[in-house]
């Protein structure tokens, strides 16, 4: 996906993470004369980053959780003696940033089923009173009404998860 954007649009700066700030306080003052574009329109930083991790092979051992940025398989990185977690894509986190971020998705997952259930009860409670209305099948209006009351009882669920993270 960043090497997509890339080709859309124009850029100043393509950087790897770890520069990004170095480069932003450089502009900050006016100084930005330690960059140095590249043959293919990115900076010599992007290309040491780019032979560091290229994009055709994965960029370390692949572990059992997902990005929570894009949903991709995430890979065990080590950078020197820091550890840090990458997806193919590019995203990458520390373990503190990771938790962070692993948990905002939790949460907005979490809030995404709240909002499903809420509709499963608008919906079903519709109807039922249609149903009760038209004199409608009884089996049917049962099984709603059960559907109400589960949905119900999960979002409580849902709710106290969500207190807790």
């Not at 997509?4 to 770890?18: H, S």
């Not at 450089?26 to 900076?43: F, P, R, V, W, Y």
């Not at 907005?108 to 249609?130: C, D, P």
Request: with cysteine.
């Amino acid at each position: 996906m960043p090497r997509n954007a890339l080709n859309l649009t124009e850029v100043d700066f393509c950087l790897p993470l770890r520069q990004i700030a170095d480069v932003l306080v450089q502009l900050t003052n006016g100084k930005a004369t330690d960059i140095t574009e590249s043959s293919n329109g990115g900076t010599i930083m992007d290309d040491q980053a780019t032979a560091e991790h290229p994009t055709s092979e994965p960029p370390g051992d692949q572990i059992p959780v997902t990005c929570p940025e894009c949903d991709g398989p995430l890979y065990a990185v080590k950078d020197g003696e820091i550890a840090l977690f990458q997806c193919f894509v590019g995203h990458r986190f520390s373990p503190e940033s990771f938790s962070e971020e692993h948990t905002e998705a939790l949460e907005r997952a979490l809030w995404t089923a709240i909002r499903k259930l809420k509709e499963r009860v608008v919906l079903h409670k519709q109807l039922v009173e249609r149903k009760r209305r038209n004199n409608g099948e009884t089996d049917l209006m049962k099984r709603l009404e059960d559907s109400v009351v589960i949905a119900e009882s999960d979002l409580k669920l849902l709710r106290e998860i969500l207190e807790r993270i």
